[in-house]
């Protein structure tokens, strides 16, 4: 069946959108308005949690969501009336359950909406209730809206995999005309920071490719593989040597700017990028509107001007520059070949797909077995972990809020039932990031989003509403909330609260005084959220550059080693040459990530992050360079040079491995050594294509000596560092 185009945006909102019609109707029909609040929670809670997968996959990711509702939402109910008990076993599941995160994406989304579980229990508590019907309610509405997800998977059952291959392909798009701007005569002295562009740009890429990867991986598990299944595979296969291609760079670009300033060939370059960059936008836009792909002509016009433009260049300009003609050869053939991908992409043919090879293997995100499990529990289990260090945080501030609402409570501040200041926990709860950059975006997102939806909400009610009119301002204000969550937090925060006080006014409580205590007790949790993150096993007293840059350069240095066991045994693209690249680049993007964050308080790092920068520009110089060997793949021959070729690129990569722990002394003896054997190979070499080899061996080698430098400084700063937080 050829489902039609619908975005996964509006594709994801159509479970709410039919688990609030379905509620309403039966709210409205059933004069059920006192069990109104804890059914569209359980929405929520069941939005919150909900992970695209395989339909095996949705069933297992319900059975933990239900399991982990069920013991939250009991613990919550059968404490609530012992004030120190309740506190306790919030405490417990906020520090479990955020803990759990560290076994991976499914744990950790379904950990959040459990704790969020918890704190929504205690807003639609009914002390006359049976003990258990509150939880009930809440599971109901999450089993409704998982029976809707499970629906809409089934219609549209490879729609999100489409959306994601086009998404890494707009990331491709704007990948290559960031490259584009390297092939500009006019910014040749000006292009000391691209290479930090190109860093950040690259980064976002492989967040998308992994996406993609983890999508497919769910799809392909099961026996049946759908049709459009390989295609998105093969198209995901093809953007990946698009990219290892493009990634790459055989030339200092400084250099090809200055020496080609009057020739029309690197402006040639520059459009032939900028045309395949237009062409990774036009395939993505014809994914998500589900048309065919048709090449681009002019792309193909384009790619043999260039090559007729470099006949002409070699013709006019006899004598050699500062970049020999081979390696400008290959630079042109490389960017040529990425084109004839592109050409590729218009063919649906897929036949050729074999999903039990190991071409076809992809690397599973995550490992749910227990000895997999319990090892990333007892990994994490130290202050250096992000996501321990948040599980002790968020405990804490749990633990500070129920102190808080049990002063409220003895001082009889909340005359309301509505929330006895449980909407400080829900706040503070919502707000809190791992990291204190992401938390105070959050915080002040928060904030407006609240007062604004308090201000709007409170006024509703004054106006001549019936229950009707309430059901579908809650139901229009939910499906907003999960449309916005994802990008405009403020917006989903403003609808999300419009949605609450619709809620407590449907259950024939008056919420028209809201305004003032509902905006103080966002305040106080996000003020709670904020200073715990800042003061509390801050993020940045554990970024630790060493560790990052350590495991940057030794998963390049893999990287490395991989393609010189395609040069040794012919080009595979087996899953370990695909896991090697793919690590190369999550490290990159990990330090990346590192380092953006250390911008938004950069006062507090001072020269660490420059050196940082310094470091992120070297490693991402070092991985294009690295990428460089691994198109020339396909242009190794046997013949006597590859032995020594082998022995110097075994070498360089066993000191990239070791680099962090080797003393000076070691290091320039090692160095040294491997650069007289290149200079010694250099003179041997007669071949154009081992004299490639050789280039890109050597362009490695002298980053070598700037890495170890700012390797060594920062390893310094941050025993320093240590030595002074010791001392304190």
Partial sequence: ???????????????????????????????????????????????????????????????????????????????????????????????????LGAVGTRFRTISFGTLAVAVYTTLTHTPNAPFYLNTVFILLGTLLYSGMALLMHLLFPNRPVQDKVAHAYEQLAHYLNTKAELFDPDEA????KHPLRLAMANSQVNTAFNQVRSTLFYRMR???????????????????????????????YQLLAEQMQHSDLIFRINRLLRLQAAAAQQFSKSLRNNVPYNKDNKLIRATQGVAQSWQHYQQTHPEQGDIEPYRIK???????????????????????????????RLQSPEKMDYKSISGSL???????????????????????????????????????????????????????????????????????GTVSGVLLGSVLPLIALDLSHKLAIASIATILFFYFRSNKHSYATFFITIQALMGFSIMGMDVTGFFLPRT????????????????????????????????????????????????????????????????????????????SNMSSEADKHGQRLQDGLTLLKLNYTLNSYISALGAYRDKIHNNSFMPQFYTIADQIADLL???????????????????????????????????????????????????????????????????????E
Wanted: net charge neutral.
């Fill in 189 to 192: 002295q000006h292009l000391d």
């Fill in 222 to 252: 099961g026996q049946h593989r759908h049709l459009r299944t390989a295609r998105m595979l093969r198209y995901y296969f093809i953007a990946q040597d698009i990219h290892e291609r493009i990634s790459s760079s055989h030339v200092e």
């Fill in 657 to 727: 491995q070791n680099l962090s722990h080797l003393k000076s002394s070691v290091f320039q003896a090692a160095y040294q050594n491997i650069q007289n054997q290149l200079d010694q190979l250099y003179q041997q070499t007669s071949d154009h294509q081992n004299a490639n080899l050789w280039q890109q061996l050597k362009m490695i080698s002298e980053l070598i000596p700037n890495y170890y430098q700012k390797q060594q400084a920062i390893n310094q700063q941050e025993h320093e560092s240590e030595t002074n937080s010791n001392t």
């Fill in 520 to 595: 103080l007790d966002t305040l106080i949790g996000t003020s709670i959220a904020g200073f715990a993150t800042y003061y509390l096993w801050a993020d940045w007293k554990y970024t630790s550059l060493e560790k990052n840059t350590q495991q940057a350069i030794q998963a390049n240095a893999a990287y490395l080693n991989a393609i010189i066991e395609e040069f040794k045994n012919g080009i595979t693209d087996n899953v370990r040459y695909r896991i090697a690249r793919l690590n190369s680049h999550d490290k990159a993007a990990a330090l990346s990530s590192i380092l």
């Fill in 1 to 99: 069946m050829k489902t039609p185009a619908i975005a996964s945006k509006y594709i994801n909102t159509l479970p709410v959108l039919f688990s609030c019609v379905i509620l309403s109707l039966v709210v409205y029909f059933q004069q059920w308005q006192a069990y109104f609040a804890p059914l569209i929670l359980g929405v929520i809670a069941g939005g919150l949690v909900d992970l695209d997968n395989g339909l095996t996959g949705k069933l297992q990711n319900l059975f933990y969501t239900l399991l982990a509702f069920t013991i939250s939402s009991l613990a919550v109910q059968l404490t609530i009336e012992h004030f120190v008990w309740l506190t306790i076993a919030f405490t417990l599941l906020a520090f479990i359950f955020t803990f």
């Fill in 330 to 360: 290959r630079l042109i053939d490389n960017i040529s070949r990425v084109s004839h991908q592109f050409a590729h992409l218009s063919n649906t043919h897929t036949e050729d797909i074999d999903f039990k090879s190991e071409q076809s």
């Fill in 378 to 448: 007892k990994n994490h289990f130290t202050l250096q972990s992000p996501i321990f260090r948040h599980a002790v945080r968020m405990s804490v501030i749990v633990l500070f809020c129920c102190v808080i609402i049990q002063l409220i409570a003895k001082l009889h501040l909340e005359n309301n039932d509505l929330s006895l200041g449980f909407w400080i926990l829900l706040t503070a709860v919502f707000v809190c990031q791992p990291n204190y950059s992401a938390t105070k975006t959050r915080l002040k997102q928060r904030i407006i």
